[in-house]
């Protein structure tokens, strides 16, 4: 870890006491904020943000869970050894107001709240952090409407504005995100370079390469425009949209996009999903770490697949790969425990030092493959998809996936797959395994894939927790019970869970 990154994450525990002294509950509105965050410089700001960013999709240094562990959950990748309850209201699919609702409240209180500061720099040398803040908002709010559907966002984080605000149709705030993100690649593309302030190692992605921005805004176009494909109306053009693009053309991101402000094996330093589920400071595992493993269902589809990423998404003990059934309850004695069972692997546990992922450079090849698939975009949707995998491959340390893409195998070799989109969503729910899961889960929502009926004797659909009382896992998440108290004239009457899927499934 250099000594600049260090310093960076320095400063953000720094500023983070700041900013927490300044915090107020009406976390969709910053008008309250008796310390002024736009008295900080936008190059200590920034760092704060994305650090915020990395814990939504990671989970939180303070321990707590968020998209990863929950999505991971439902899309039967994660399981826990018998000797531990850490999963229970997960395997119940006990989906309340309190269940996992800082999903909700740190993307409004903590990473919007601070993306907003930049997003309102009127100072045109500040013009590269303000289209950084702008292309940041689209990212969150994508996500937040891909788990609540509607949500607060033209009249959300407004300074003087209304603290209780209105809630917005969800496909209209996916019309809209692409406006704000074509006007953000605008605004990097006309900056004055004479007097604009330069974005340098304080930003935690990208080092200030504002080549890399536009083609990460281009990129969450791209999975905008790949939700919406599957609609007969969907809120934009989706061919006009694939046409600016390429007209602009930044192209897309050409890494795997992820943050790191310093993470370093150090006391509230470390990056927030090693802390959850790696070790400690001192080398010892944390109790996640011997709770959490593989379910049996996904070691038998990579093995039955002949899949190499099975021994770096999942650690392998001893005594050979060894998965539970979620919910399993009376657990044989002597047999699941967690030196015995298949917990997380070396591709995915890399080091208190290591990266969040937030947008897989192997998601984006199989977006780009589907887009191909439907005509959208230039180029051979199978060399996408082919191209996605081996990026999977090469996150996890995998080495070569030539053999494995001419195995010959439904959903693995592209010409001997029966049904392509269903290739390309299998390959991502395996690519996002346990680095951005919650994009198989948004998936599974839009194309009932992956569909294990498809290859082996497996029953339709995924499996299910024992522990289930419904046929298939949710599709949403409600709102929480802190904006139902703080805005409750405005929130929407609570949809089903397990049934109203949001508005690009329907």
């Known amino acids: 870890m250099n000594t600049n990154m ?9 500023l983070l006491v700041v900013l927490l002294l300044a915090s107020c509950d009406d976390y969709l509105d910053v008008n309250t904020d008796p310390n002024n965050p736009t008295e900080v410089t936008p190059d200590l700001l920034l760092p704060v943000a994305q650090k915020y960013t990395g814990e939504i999709i990671s989970g939180s240094d303070e321990g707590g869970r968020r998209y990863q562990t929950v999505a991971n959950l439902f899309m039967y990748n994660w399981s826990q050894a018998d000797g531990y309850n850490w999963f229970p209201d997960e395997f119940k699919y006990l989906v309340t107001t309190s269940f996992y609702d800082r999903i909700f409240e740190q993307s409004y209180y903590d990473a919007l709240k ?5 997003v309102e720099l009127e100072d045109p040398n500040y013009d590269y952090y303000r289209a950084i803040g702008m292309i940041m908002k689209a990212y969150h709010f994508q996500l937040l409407v891909d788990t609540y559907g509607d949500v607060p966002y033209f009249e959300a984080l407004l300074r003087g ?8 149709d969800a496909a209209t705030i996916y019309a809209d995100l692409m406006v704000q993100l074509t006007a953000a690649i605008d605004v990097i593309n006309n900056v004055d370079e004479a007097t604009v302030m330069e974005v340098g190692t304080d930003d935690a992605m990208f080092g200030g390469d504002m080549t890399s921005w536009k083609q990460f805004a281009n990129s ?29 053309g930044s192209g897309f991101i050409t890494a795997d996009a992820s943050i790191n402000p310093g993470y370093v094996a150090e006391e509230g330093k470390q990056n927030p999903f090693w802390n959850l589920y790696g070790y400690d400071p001192a080398g010892s ?3 996640s770490n011997n709770a959490t493993c593989a379910t049996q269902y ?22 050979g790969h060894l998965g539970v059934v979620q919910g399993l309850l009376g657990y044989p004695p002597e047999t699941y425990t967690f030196d015995l069972v ?16 937030i947008y897989t450079l192997a998601e984006c090849y199989l977006n780009l493959a589907e887009a191909a698939l439907n005509g959208y975009v230039s180029g051979s949707a199978r060399t996408y998809y082919e191209s996605g995998v081996q990026a999977s491959f090469d996150y996890l340390g995998a080495g070569d996936a030539t053999a494995y893409l001419t195995s010959g195998l439904n959903n693995v070799s592209w010409t001997a797959s029966s049904n392509e989109l269903q290739a390309i969503i299998t390959q991502k729910w395996i690519a996002t395994n346990s680095i951005t899961a919650e994009q198989a889960w948004f998936e599974y929502n839009r194309t009932g894939y992956p569909d294990p009926a498809a290859f082996g004797d497996y029953g339709a659909g995924l499996p299910i927790s024992q522990l289930a009382s419904t046929p298939d896992r949710p599709v949403r998440l409600y709102y929480p019970a802190s904006e139902i108290s703080s805005n409750g004239e405005n929130v929407p009457s609570q949809p089903d869970a397990f049934t109203a899927k949001i508005f690009w499934a329907n």
């Not at 601070?114 to 930049?118: D, R």
């Not at 504005?161 to 917005?168: F, I, K, N, R, V």
């Not at 298949?342 to 992922?357: E, M």
């Open 342 to 357: 298949s917990n997380l692997g070396p591709g995915i546990l890399k080091g208190a030092d290591q990266d969040v992922v």
């Open 285 to 287: 595992a944390e109790m």
């Open 161 to 168: 504005g209304d603290a209780t605000p209105a809630y917005d």
């Open 220 to 248: 969450v176009k791209l999975r905008i425009l790949t939700r919406l494909s599957s609609m007969a109306s969907p809120p934009v053009n989706i061919s006009t949209e694939f046409a600016a693009i390429a007209t602009e």
């Open 298 to 319: 996904i070691l038998d589809y990579l093995m039955a697949t002949g899949d190499d990423r099975i021994d770096y998404i999942y650690e392998e003990p001893a005594t």
């Open 6 to 14: 260090k310093n960076i994450l320095k400063y953000i525990n720094l």
């Open 114 to 118: 601070e993306y907003q500061v930049l």
